[in-house]
Every structure is written in structure tokens, then in C-alpha cells.
């Protein structure tokens, strides 16, 4: 079956620092991979997604590509600021199961201090 | 403008109750989703309409019943509530299925006494 590991959180880190969260996958078929950030008391948004092997999603300063070769899915952002504090989820949904369910990562939760 | 809204936002009952979450978007989206997120972050899909059609079914006890009167409603149905349904329960739509994007409403919590 499918699913998706990635690092256990809290990561808690400074204002400016470097943040990577990894993700790693396993899918019977084609995934598409996406990350999702969940802000205290709120539902999911969507960050980012891939829909292919060496495609790089982006928004807000976050980018993430799409390894095959690695089954991963990284995500990184250059410089955090205090309001990108969240949880954040890896998932992907599986072209072999046309209707689009999500798997996702256990979440991992990022705290960034000033 | 809330592009998919729940209500209520806590729910607080006895076990044994019976209780409904509704779920309303404004998207003009044809499927939507039903997911349960436990009190470690874990989020696992339930149920997924497309077009007021059943398409997903994950494992879950027959006590939950998914009601879809129209494309921009899902409504949720638990009978005789456990301690162990206690959690966050999320609403989401998307247009179409796949590797279409989700968008999530804010979260029902539900806790149980």
C-alpha cells in the first residue's frame, strides 16, 4: 500500500534559519505529492504540490521537488519567520486510485522563535 | 467569504449520543471529504462524494454515516458515540479527484465525556 514517512517534529529553530523537512513515500503507482500547513486552530492549507518526477513546487518562500529516484519530497525554506510556526504535512495522492485520496505524513510541527 | 464552513466548531456530548457535523462549501466543487485528525496530528481519510456519490470508504465503524443531499453539502452522522471518536473531524472539497488540490474547513472538535 501506499504511504509516507516523515521527520518527527517539534523542529524548533530562529528566526532566519534554514528549515528542512523530510518526507520519503512509497506509492504502487504514479503519486502526485503535495505539502499541506495546518496554522494553530485552523484546517489545512495547501504549500505546494508536484504531479511528477523532477517537477519543484514553490509558494511563499517554501520549495520541495520531486525525487524518484529517492521516493522523496523534501521540503526547505531559506529564511523562516515566526508566523511559518505550523504543522506541516507531506502527503500524496495516487493516480492508480483515481479518486484522489490523500495519504499523509504523521505532521511534522515547526516552532520558530525570534 | 468561508469557501468551506463547519458547524458546529466544539462539540461536547456524553458517550452513547448521537450527534451531526455539517459541512457546507461555496466553491462550486464537485467532491468532497470527510477526515478524522487524532490527538497526535494524524489525519486519515473517511469518506470521499464525488457528485453525491460514495467513492471512498475507508475502515470506519458503520456508526458514522456520510450524508450528501447536494453537490455543496456533506454532512456527518455518529451514532451512540465512544470515547474513542473523540478528535478533530475536517471537511474538505476539491474539483475533481486526483492530484487536484484540497481545500480544508477549519475543523469540528468533537469531545467526549
Known amino acids: 500500500g501506499n504511504s509516507v514517512t516523515q521527520m518527527e517534529g517539534p523542529v524548533t529553530l530562529s528566526e532566519e534559519a534554514f528549515l528542512t523537512i523530510n518526507c520519503t513515500y512509497t506509492?504502487?503507482?504514479?503519486?502526485?505529492l503535495f505539502w499541506y500547513v495546518q496554522y494553530p486552530g485552523e484546517g489545512l492549507q495547501l504549500l505546494l504540490k508536484?504531479?511528477?518526477?523532477?517537477d519543484k513546487g514553490s509558494n511563499k518562500g517554501f520549495e520541495a521537488t520531486y525525487r524518484k529516484e529517492t521516493t522523496s519530497f523534501h521540503l526547505e525554506k531559506g529564511s523562516v519567520q515566526v508566523s511559518d510556526s505550523a504543522v506541516y504535512f507531506c502527503?500524496?495522492?495516487?493516480?492508480?486510485?483515481?479518486?484522489?485520496?490523500?495519504?499523509f505524513g504523521a505532521g511534522t510541527q515547526v516552532v520558530v522563535t525570534p | 467569504d468561508t469557501a468551506v464552513s463547519q458547524t458546529p466548531k466544539y462539540l461536547v456530548t456524553q458517550m452513547g449520543n448521537d450527534k451531526s457535523i455539517k459541512c457546507e462549501q461555496n466553491?462550486?466543487?464537485?467532491?468532497m471529504y470527510w477526515y478524522k485528525q487524532d490527538s497526535k496530528k494524524f489525519l486519515k481519510i473517511m469518506f470521499s462524494?464525488?457528485?453525491?456519490?460514495?467513492?471512498i470508504n475507508e475502515t470506519v465503524p458503520n456508526r458514522f454515516s456520510p450524508k450528501s443531499p447536494d453537490k455543496a453539502h456533506l454532512n456527518l452522522h455518529i451514532n451512540s458515540l465512544e470515547l474513542g471518536d473523540s478528535a478533530v473531524y475536517f471537511c474538505?472539497?476539491?474539483?475533481?479527484?486526483?492530484?487536484?488540490?484540497?481545500?480544508f474547513g477549519d475543523g469540528t472538535r468533537l469531545s467526549i465525556l
Open positions: 474538505a472539497s476539491s474539483q475533481g479527484t486526483g492530484n487536484q488540490p484540497q481545500h
Open positions: 506509492a504502487t503507482g504514479y503519486p502526485s
Open positions: 508536484a504531479t511528477k518526477a523532477d
Open positions: 502527503a500524496l495522492s495516487d493516480r492508480g486510485d483515481s479518486w484522489g485520496k490523500l495519504q
Open positions: 466553491l462550486g466543487h464537485d467532491t
Open positions: 462524494y464525488n457528485n453525491k456519490e460514495l467513492i
